[in-house]
């Protein structure tokens, strides 16, 4: 008779999207910053003009504030500082 196991393997670790590599966050970041930068400027070169924002501007705004805001969590990593408190 053959005996089956029944242990399980342990799951792999899961690693981060951009690993813990400090100098991968910070480019991708700063980029992410960067290009945050460079939307934001678009329409505020029309409202500069005193030309009131379309619906269109507002959204492009928007996207440059969660640009900015995914490269400040890019950089800071808070997933990958958490601690399991099962443990």
């Known amino acids: ?6 242990e ?9 999207l951009f690993g813990s590599c400090w100098s991968c966050r910070l480019l ?7 290009s945050s930068v460079w939307v934001y400027l ?3 070169r ?6 009131p924002p379309n619906m269109w501007h507002i959204t ?6 969660g640009l900015f805001c995914w490269g400040v969590v890019v950089i ?3 997933v990958g500082k958490q601690i399991r408190k099962d443990k």
Request: glycine share 4%; aromatic share 2%.
């Open 60 to 65: 492009q705004l928007t996207f440059a504030v």
């Open 28 to 34: 991708s970041g700063a980029a992410l910053i960067a």
């Open 42 to 44: 678009g329409p505020r």
């Open 76 to 78: 800071v990593d808070p």
């Open 1 to 6: 008779m053959s005996s089956k196991s029944t």
């Open 46 to 51: 029309v409202m500069q003009q005193r030309i």
């Open 8 to 16: 399980v393997a342990p799951a792999a670790p899961q690693k981060a």
